[in-house]
């Protein structure tokens, strides 16, 4: 028991988890009563036991188990957190719960499960139940069926899913175990119970006894649809309910709601999709093709049984259904034909919907194979047909099916109508329209006239079921003309007609027709079309002014006042009808006298043709009065009216009598029911007097109230025919002046267009002005109705006129057309229309549209065009395309029919060339105008594959195809494109182009429609998917696109979507749909029929600027507040909730302004080190977007938060642009008092100003960068460096703003950016610029290439990053440019460079085009700058300071800033000393005037020294390119050919002709040159190399030896294969196909070429070799670098080894690796340094050292030393490891010498000065202790003071400093006199002349002239300690020294000298050396002012020693000009003393 007593102590839940049973019984007693006594579901208690639940139901003792489930049911039904246990714990009780003995056990478990799908965790507990019936026990399996069972009958067929339960149902029936037969069984008949027979196609395939047992289940079960028992907990409310209405007795509505609650199951979606195509006989289609009728039937056997599969897998089916159309068409053998309408059916039915878009294609076809009589054959047509029919709509086929009524042949028109009926019992009331309806009924109605019977008794029974369809009303229109016979045959055959949808239908329609309300009846009725008027006409009777009693009155003059209303669609069936029935007879004159007596006084129709006017108008007076005093059944219109034209008639002479006539004709037409007998009298005196200055007023006011009675259409009609058939100007264009008010009142309905068009031609073509100026008004009338198709009309008129046109639509555009005022209350009501549907405004459109005459095009789509369009051959794809173009284009309006043309276009849209399928765009766009609404049909079949296109990833792809679905959609309406699963399937798609441009284009179209199809649920899945996919635009449109879908499909739908996501998905979804509530948008308002046109065609254009901030909204923030970047959203609808919602906080806070006084930036310390900091380590987001997205905005508010004023804050994140203005204001004036806050928070405050970039608001922009200005200048006088975090989060941003079209705001980024760079260093500031000419901104462009330019001006080369060469090759792209201010920028910059640089500029831009290269030329001599000297980056100095350490000390803490004393200093330095500048850098030029004039203090300068590049140090002379011969005319014929021309020509190269090898390069040459053609020659180059050396050995051997031969013709080979070479090596990606073998010998035969002398004495042999330097200098730099270093030193062993190689041969190949050390920097990460070290390895087992000792040059060993000496600094210690190709590493000193190395500089970090005193890898050999140099010295200078001596002694003196060159004799001379040292000098340099003066190389045979070796020695006296004896050139270093000691003299500080970058890579204009150049002269007197070598650098030296690039070589000045500096220096120095 003690061990009791300590377990009871424990706190519950450590009980529950105990390991002795008893403690856990206990445990889960106690929670369980815990958990009853909780009585809030969300109490924290629960989450203690959270991770318990499953060990609960999972314990091992059964006891306690049985406990355990008793606690964890009574959790899960009450704990607000057990949602989150449901997989863990409902696996847990499928595998420990279900499998125990015990009864008890399995119900609680099963109890468990039920409770979880209660609390809406209903998937999660299914699939972990489906899971258990994979279990290998039965006991689970069983209880697994069981609870599914039972969870499906309590809860239904809606919670628990379906499918996957009958997909395993099958296997569940074939078990072993009964008892699992028998569960399925039972599971079986539950299921069945909910779906009825949709279960049975599943389980056709299962033991036919288990079959049958089930069938007689089945039959057992009660017929009543089921309801759920128990209900989700959401759902409970609704369970409340029902009981109620049990309990109330009545269960009527309630079983209403819930017949509706059970949803109609359809057993395809429980089925299995099969994929057939891949299963179809590979030779199917050559079998189909067969002719043998055998084999056909084969192939078609074989597709019959794939097609059985009830549901078919999506797919491409276009060619095997174009296959068995073609059989079904133009098979001879019935059999096939029947065989292939099988086919048909089953893929019809197996695909459903998805089969729609080949309906098209198949439908004309089998109706027009109906002429065969077999039954067979007839009744598989018809079960194709229908089962096709089911998979499109009948609006879809209708063109092709009315086309087959016009059959002759009786037996396709009996099975059309048939087919027609059987279709329109699938119908409604809205699928069957009145637009739909009017064409079959008008070919139905030829039919029941037919001769053969059974065609009669076919049309009988298709109107018949129309009539059942759409009730009486609507069909009754069209029967009109039916005699009674024939109209009781129809009437009898509906009441025959079993509709599909029960008899509802036709019933809602007939008692809709009845209801009071007008406005009702067109909904119910028709889908939108514009005929529904006709439904609410006979309804309008009450509403006109006949009397209700229309029977009453005389039938001629009642009719037609009842159906004037039906004349409102003005079709031209309708017409017909009309006019039969409304046109009262005419009666003869006398009947009219006597009429008109009976109403009128007898003196007034006795007076009518009196001869006295005033008579007459006495007379008029009193009809007048008679008129008006008339009943309206009394009067005689047309009586009336013919007494009125009684003689004189309308011919009356006197205006007062004519306008009284006028008056009165009027009144008739108002008062009287006037037919069209009456108005036709009147009318042609009427539009004769419309012309009248007088009476024309009256005469538009008859015409308008004829207008009114008789209907405008007819009026008008009527009126312009009789104007126009007179040729009175006047009256024509006041009839059509007329006619343009009288379209305003009484709006456009019905209207023929036509007729009137060919009018209005009629008077556009008139000679009187006043007539054509009436016309184009009329036209812009029509167009406010009509649209822009209106226009298609007057295409072909003269261009003049059609710009007045244009001119008048263009006024119109955008207005809306007026709201009719007359005509209504006669002929339909207002309130009709506006309950009409939201697809009208497109057939407003369609209106006019369909009156065009249409082309058939059909024949012109050929076969062989079609096979044109799908050719392999793209040029002859692309002719298919253009004659398709042209064939639209010709026909401009074409017929639906386009035969096989769509799935060829379709082919196209995938094409592989992208031009292609932009045409194909073109195309369809063409096709959608043409061929106008009727492209409907088309939409499955190539509407949806243009939406493919959208996931392109080219732009302008997209952009192409966007604009054709537009076109579309414009044409179609939205309907057919949201129909089906096309759409989601699409957006299924994981494609994020395809993904936002669909979502964009749906957020754009579904806010415009009322209604949408049900299919748009379908796409929500995919919706939601988007919402979270990984490319952020995907997931920006998703959001936009979010509302919109609600809009249409509600939240409810929406929320119930989500069901399927994962758990993190889902939350975070609904939060989306919670936010996009708030925002959803109305539905659009249903459309007054008066402005039907504009809602087509404008108004979508004024919905969106209303709907872009709605969508911009729903994105918007969790919180309300929109985000700044949403102003530019917000600033057109600041009717957006979220607007108006802010603006209340922006009182409140007026009452805060005390709390304004403090500070507004807080400084927190560290604050800014901590944000850096987080987006370093990924905590927050980086500061990197396209446009800001919330979270960005989120976040810099947040980080704001801490360090911003709260007032302040809300001003800045205001959505209100005022507010920032505001906010900026502040910042403005607390930018001097608040520093330190300012620079605490500069980060944020930038980063808030990049927001402001996005914003549209000019104001805004320009306070902002007005206090950007102020802030750069604060932060340079303050010396603040910007971060880089700060530059990168900002400058990327302000450089977008360069490309502003308002010219001020990009005058003031661009002083912005030249601010900045004071406190961010240009060289960082150039890249984020260069990125901005990346921008597709024309202006942007070229801003930042001028800027860029303006950096190299203030700065010098060095700020181009990351090379000068790669920062000018881009910029050089830009000269290209399509946009000419780019283009000059582009220019400009260069040119800037050139001035800067000089020639060099053209080196490092790479080839260019001609075209560029001429322009670039052109410009740089225009500019006629000389190339002065490059400037520096100057460092401003404080001008009060002189000297002292404190200038210096504040240059280095500031940093680069510009100033221009610089440029003044080196423009100064220029003009006086022209020469001088030419020969020294500037950085190394003494300004001697300064120092000469200024005794005493100097103020020194201190230049920031410019860091080069390394590879710039060695630039080659730029050589003119050879001149390449003509190309060969053959080479295009040779170049479309493979390899083997290829082939064929490099064997050419190598050829003893000196013309077919010239010929030969020259087509190489042109390959090379051509970028496209280029990588022709790739796999080629060795071959290619192997040949140009041999020819080049060959010139050597052979031609330069032939006396005969012309030099000339050598000269051209060498420029040939020179040029050849030089533009193979500057295709980097060739240049590195060349093998090391192969460059050895290259190299080889180059520097072999070099050193010709023969070639010197030729004309042009110079020529040829500085072009050699320059290719061999290529070569270096762009073959594969382990290839050339390893070809060099192959090349240096070789040369050294053969005894008859020239010391000159190994000394260039030497250069040439000196060359690739410089560039080892770069390219030692591309490099093999194992292969190299091996190489090394080699050479130096060759030569050990002792060897190499032993050789006349010292350069051998010091150029391996050096390369070694590079690898090791670069590399590091992980040299070693590169060792692994050396097999025996002992065999060579390589490894100790690299370990020797190591350890070195691991001794030496620093700059010690012994490193200083090393050249290169060697050291002074012999390690002579100082003492006895000092001593030897000490000799030496003793001899030299002595006078026998002296010779001797400076001759030693010379050879010791030619032996040590690194000795330093400075101590030695620095207490001699002046004089003295002045003769060492002189004297040293005499020496030098006699001994080396005439041993100088040539400037020839040098790699290029600054590769010289100059082996003229400085000529130094003694003091020269350079000691340039061994052919050293003078380094940068030198000058350094020599400017340290002026500073030192000047009192200049010189500590922090180290920190200089070194000069190595400074370089100098490269010139042509001459004999000893002035500025060896000049480095002479310099080398006086030297004081010690200490602070020489070891880089500088290595420098001097391995690139013995003559660095200053310039060239060469007068004599007086160095005498005179050397007087100068000597001034100096005697000043100084």
Sequence with gaps: MGDDSEWMKLPVDQKCEHKLWKARLSGYEEALKIFQKIKDEKSPEWSKFLGLIKKFVTDSNAVVQLKGLEAALVYVENAHVAGKTTGEVVSGVVSKVFNQPKAKAKELGIEICLMYIEIEKGEAVQEELLKGLDNKNPKI????????????????????????????????????????????????????????????????????????????????LPTGAPKPSRFLRSQQELEAKLEQQQSAGGDAEGGGDDGDEVPQIDAYELLEAVEILSKLPKDFYDKIEAKKWQERKEALEAVEVLVKNPKLEAGDYADLVKALKKVVGKDTNVMLVALAAKCLTGLAVGLRKKFGQYAGHVVPTILEKFKEKKPQVVQALQEAIDAIFLTTTLQNISEDVLAVMDNKNPTIKQQTSLFIARSFRHCTASTLPKSLLKPFCAALLKHINDSAPEVRDAAFEALGTALKVVGEKAVNPFLADVDKLKLDKI?????????????????AADKKEFKPVPGRAAASGAAGDKDTKD?????????????????????????????????????????????????????????????????????CIQLLDSSNWKERLAC????????????????????????????????????????MKLHIVALIAQKGNFSKTSAQIALDGLVDKIGDVKCGNNAKEAMTAIAEACMLPWTAEQVMSMAFSQKNPKNQSETLNWLSNAIKEFGFSGLNVKAFISNVKTALAATNPAVRTSAITLLGVMYLYVGPSLRMFFEDEKPALLSQIDAEFEKMQGQSPPAPTRGISKHSTIGTDEGEDGDEPDDGGNDVVDLLPRTEISDKITSELVSKIGDKNWKIRKEGLDEVAGIINEAKFIQPNIGELPTALKGRLNDSNKILVQQTLNILQQLAVAMGPNIKQHVKNLGIPIITVLGDSKNNVRAAALATVNAWAEQTGMKEWLEGEDLSEELKKENPFLRQELLGWLAEKLPTLRTTPTDLILCVPHLYSCLEDRNGDVRKKAQDALPFFMMHLGYEKMAKATGKLKPTSKDQVLAMLEKAKANMPSKPAAPAKATSRPVGGSAPAKFQPASAPVEDSVSGAVEPKPDPKKAKALGVSSKAKTAQGKKVPSKTSLKEDEDKSGPIFIVVPNGKEQRMKDEKG???????????RDEYIEQLKTQMSSCVAKWLQDEMFHSDFQHHNKALAVMVDHLESEKEGVIGCLDLILKWLTLRFFDTNTSVLMKALEYLKLLFTLLSEEEYHLTENEASSFIPYLILKVGEPKDVIRKDVRAILNRMCLVYPASKMFPFIMEGTKSKNSKQRAECLEELGCLVESYGMNVCQPTPGKALKEIAIHIGDRDNAVRNAALNTIVTVYNVHGDQVFKLIGTLSEKDMSMLEERIKRSAKRPSAAPIKQVEEKPQRTQSMSSNTNMLRKGPAEDMSSKLNQARSMSGHPEAAQMVRREFQLDLDEIENDNGTVRCEMPELVQHKLDDIFEPVLIPEPKIRAVSPHFDDMHSNTASTINFIISQVASGDINTSIQALTQIDEVLRQEDKAEAMSGHIDQFLIATFMQLRLIYNTHMADEKLEKDEIIKLYSCIIGNMISLFQIESLAREASTGVLKDLMHGLITLMLDSRIEDLEEGQQVIRSVNLLVVKVLEKSDQTNILSALLV????????????????????????????????????????????????????FPKEKLKQCKSEFPIRTLKTLLHTLCKL???????????????????????????????????????????????????EKSSKAKVNDFLAEIFKKIGSKENTKEGLAELYEYKKKYSDADIEPFLKNSSQFFQSYVERGLRVIEMEREGKGRISASTGISPQMEVTCVPTPTSTVSSLGNTNGEEVGPSVYLERLKILRQRCGLDNTKQDDRPPLTSLLSKPAVPTVASSTDMLHSKLSQLRESREQHQHSDLDSNQTHSSGTMTTSSSSTANIDDLKKRLERIKSSRK
């Excluded at 194992?1730 to 130096?1740: G, K, T, V, Y």
């Design 1691 to 1742: 090349l240096l062993q070789d040369s050294l080894l053969a005894t008859a190689s020239s010391p000159k041969f190994s000394e260039l190949v030497m250069k040439c690796l000196w060359r690739m050390v410089r560039l080892l920097p770069d390219t030692i990460n591309s490099i093999n340094l194992d292969r190299i070290l091996l190489d090394i390895h080699i050479f130096m087992k060759v």
């Design 620 to 659: 008029m007076e009193e009809f007048q009065k008679a008129v008006e005093l008339m009943d309206r059944t009394e009067m005689p219109c047309q009586a009336l009216v013919r007494m009125l034209a009684k003689k004189p008639g309308w011919k009356e002479t006197n205006f007062q009598v004519m306008q």
């Design 1771 to 1821: 590399k590091g210690p992980k040299i070693l490891d590169h060792l692994t190709m050396i097999d025996n590493k002992n065999e060579s000193e390589l490894e100790a010498h690299l370990c020797r190395m190591m350890k070195h500089s691991m001794d030496q970090t620093g700059s010690k000065s012994d490193k200083e005193t090393e050249k290169g890898a060697s050291r002074i050999d």
């Design 1178 to 1188: 990924l905590k927050v987001l980086k500061w990197n977007f396209t446009t800001p």
């Design 141 to 220: 399996i069983v209880a697994c069926i069981e609870t599914l069972r039972k969870a499906l009958s309590e809860f239904g067929s809606k919670i628990i899913l379906l499918k996957p339960i009958i997909k395993v149902l099958p296997k569940l029936f074939e078990s072993r175990e009964k008892a699992v037969r028998d569960e399925a069984k039972l599971i079986a008949v539950e299921i069945y119970r909910w779906i009825r027979d949709a279960l049975r196609p599943p389980l056709q395939n299962i033991n036919s006894v288990q079959l049958k047992e089930l069938e007689e289940e089945w039959v057992k």
């Design 491 to 507: 009437k009898e055959c509906s009441e025959k007609v079993e509709l599909v949808h029960g008899k509802k239908a036709g019933q």
């Design 535 to 603: 439904i609410s006409a006979p309804k309008t009777g009450p509403l006109k002014k006949a009397p209700v009693t229309k029977a009453g009155g005389p039938p001629k003059k009642g009719k037609p006042a009842a159906l004037g209303g039906t004349g409102s669609t003005g079709t031209k069936n309708k017409k017909a009808l009309e006019t039969k029935e409304i046109v009262e007879p005419e009666l003869s004159i006398e009947v009219c006298e006597e009429k008109a007596s009976a109403v009128l006084p007898a003196t």
